[in-house]
């Protein structure tokens, strides 16, 4: 296996608050994700996904509230830049089974859109499209993931999420509603989900939801996770050993694939979603030119309906200290 320097260098200076904080602070040299903001209303998350890389720093537990969230929240609201996107969520999901009760999210994007705040919802999540009402008024997108349509399969790689078609027809509520949707096939199993017609099936039941766009990438191994994978599949124990741990790439705590085989992967998907007409992306896999949508992230879908509050002055104070 071998292992390379990660090339991080640090963000540009952006204000940030206590929840609201810069996506990625110190970029990953392999990251193409423009500079952006990351939120996160829970911590934890009940979908358990089986290839969640959060838990190996949170443990794996149900979606709880931030501690003190709604005045974090408001408090932050008034530091921040708008002219930087604001990522819901990357390290949990926003619509979680949780959420319809607590509404959280909800109340979230009702703070941020009417003051104009970019929002891309990244989420697995059906309750997303109780919420088209808000999210259509004001600059969102939002982008969905979707591994496989195989619901055995998606069942054990994502015990508490919604099964694929249930994702399906969220994707179709909120497209016909005017809310732009993209995907993310994300990630692709090799010798599990990569096969051909597994990635046609993801492709057309999206594009016939309203779909425009797709990132993918290659699952990237960590210790904790990737023993959670085998013990699912035990059939890829063998294979998964000799691809990631002899094979691969030790990239920035992940065991990556041999860089030949993620790139037959992502060609695979690149020239399927090309076909159905989709903009593509691939996702911290070192193939910037594979790209053909202005992001990798999606955040190009979102549109421009109210203009963020002018706040250039105050900004510029904050940067000068």
């Known amino acids: 296996m071998s292992s390379r320097d990660s090339g991080k260098r640090p963000r540009p200076k952006i204000p940030q608050g206590s929840i609201i904080g810069v996506f990625d602070p110190w970029r990953s040299s392999l990251c193409t994700c423009p500079l952006k903001y990351s939120l996160n209303p829970y911590t934890g998350c009940s979908h358990f996904c089986l290839y969640c890389y959060a ?65 891309l919802i990244v989420t697995k999540g059906v309750l997303v499209a109780r919420d088209a009402d808000i999210l259509s008024m004001g600059n969102a997108a939002v982008t969905v993931t979707i591994t496989t349509m195989d619901r055995e399969i998606a069942a054990k790689l994502e015990p508490g999420a919604p099964p694929p078609q249930e994702r399906i027809r969220a994707l179709e509520k909120l497209s016909k509603a005017g809310v732009p949707v993209g995907i993310r096939l994300d990630p692709v199993f090799p010798l599990l989900t990569d096969e051909e017609h ?72 690149r020239t399927l979603a090309l076909s159905y007409g989709f903009e593509f992306a691939t996702c911290r896999e070192g193939f910037p030119e594979m790209n053909t949508a202005p992001t990798c992230d999606g955040s190009h879908l979102i549109p421009l309906r109210i203009k963020p509050e002018h706040r250039q002055k105050e900004l510029d104070n904050w940067l000068r200290g």
């Open 198 to 269: 597994m990635i046609k099936e993801v492709l057309e039941a999206v594009r016939n939801a309203g779909a425009r766009f797709v990132v993918t990438s290659v699952y990237k191994a960590r210790p904790d996770n990737l023993r959670r994978v085998v013990s699912a599949f035990p059939e890829l124990e063998k294979n998964y050993n000799e691809i990631y741990r002899r094979q691969g790439e030790r990239i920035s705590g992940y065991w990556y694939p041999p860089r030949h085989l993620r790139k037959k992967i992502l060609d695979r998907v």
């Open 55 to 119: 838990t190996s720093y949170i443990g794996r537990r149900k979606s709880t509230p931030k501690k003190d969230y709604r005045r974090r929240l408001l408090r932050d609201i008034s530091r921040i830049d708008p002219r930087y996107h604001i990522d819901i969520s990357t390290s949990s999901d926003p619509y979680p089974p949780e959420e319809a009760t607590y509404k959280i999210t909800r109340w979230t994007l009702e703070q941020l859109i009417p003051k104009g705040f970019r929002i």
